[in-house]
């Protein structure tokens, strides 16, 4: 298997995106990387060893964070471009970037291409909750700003092949995002995908979903169009931020030094099951091929986390099972 990986545009290092694939290597040898980018700067953070199973494409150019994505297409030389017109052509399996994300949504729809009876591919991340290892899948948290009720109805779809083939999850449940669980709230694009999916007896769905319900871990996909998806997906990472903030400056107070021993193991186990970091990626659901993006500001840990997206992805054969089942009606 070799997954591309468009290692500039981002804000961190170059580094914390090579060191990811080397580690990624040590736990699955039977993945190779081509790594898209500036030669000299990636190979200055290689060793010897690596040469084995990274292999690099050099391109002096990328797609910088403030990118107009109608300009950035016709530029056929940056790193994001190459990284999916490899893909494309075959000369791997998946891709990985952590730039632009507008100008990597437009380039993969351009280059890409939705599947058919596609019209919107779809943002999906994953979302840890209060139970115990449990997570729930968010689609779209951006890919779209507008959706109508089969968008919706077609989110849900691929998103249960998802959890069945790689999560291994044998009937998700999946609800719709709204102010109510009522079928009468919403607005037409949630009644319209509300009834289409109460009509699949195939799929395990469950309505209306309020957004207060997302992290009690009740449900397996939220189905949701981008733009509600992206609020509810950038202050749910802020609260969590937020909370592990105030933790953080309460136990810098001496009187709390010692509330802080006696329940650092209660904390040590917040901090990790609501560390995003652990789940950093977001495939690129509805395309031909297997396109994940990750945060802008990706270090090693998340770096690593989306190839394990992408690699899962891919031995899973999760494309392939989603057209199938795409064009024989869900």
């Avoid at 107009?68 to 016709?74: F, N």
């Avoid at 280059?111 to 209060?130: A, D, E, R, Y």
């Avoid at 395309?287 to 993006?293: A, D």
Wanted: charged share 25%.
């Amino acid at each position: 298997m070799t997954l591309i990986v468009d290692v500039m545009g981002f804000e961190n290092d170059i580094k914390e995106a090579v060191d990811a694939c080397r580690d990624f290597h040590i736990r699955h040898s039977d993945v190779n990387f081509l790594l898209i980018g500036n030669e000299k700067e990636i190979s200055s953070c290689l060793k010897s060893s690596d040469n084995f199973f990274i292999k690099i494409f050099h391109t002096s150019e990328y797609v910088k964070m403030n990118d107009d994505p109608l300009k950035i297409i016709r530029n056929k030389n940056t790193s994001m471009y190459v990284a999916l017109s490899k893909l494309v052509n075959n000369e791997g399996d998946g891709v990985l970037s952590a730039g632009n994300t507008g100008c990597f949504v437009a380039l993969s729809y351009l280059l890409v291409k939705p599947i058919n009876n596609i019209s919107k591919p779809g943002f999906m991340p994953c979302i840890p909750t209060i139970k115990n290892n449990k997570n729930i899948y968010l689609i779209d948290v951006g890919a779209n700003k507008e959706c109508n009720g089969n968008d919706l109805y077609n989110f849900a779809l691929m998103a249960n092949l998802y959890c069945k083939n790689v999560c291994k999850i044998d009937s998700p449940k999946i609800g719709i995002l709204n102010i109510g669980a009522e079928e009468t709230k919403g607005f037409d694009f949630h009644k319209d995908g509300n009834e289409l999916l109460k009509q699949n007896k195939k799929i395990n769905y469950v309505g209306f979903v309020e957004p207060r319900e997302i992290m009690r871990g009740n449900i397996d996909i939220l189905v949701c169009d981008g733009y509600s998806g992206n609020l509810v997906l950038k202050t749910l990472e802020g609260s969590l931020k937020s909370v592990a903030l105030v933790l953080k400056n309460s136990y810098k107070k001496i009187f709390n030094w010692l509330g802080f021993i006696f329940s650092l193991g209660v904390i040590k186990k917040i901090v990790k099951t609501f560390d995003y970091k652990r789940n950093a990626g977001a495939l690129v659901i509805g395309l031909n091929k297997t396109v994940v993006k990750t945060h802008g500001s990706a270090d090693k840990k998340q770096f690593y986390s989306s190839l394990e997206m992408l690699y899962n992805c891919v031995k899973n054969d999760i494309i392939n099972k989603i057209k199938e089942s795409i064009n024989n009606n869900g």
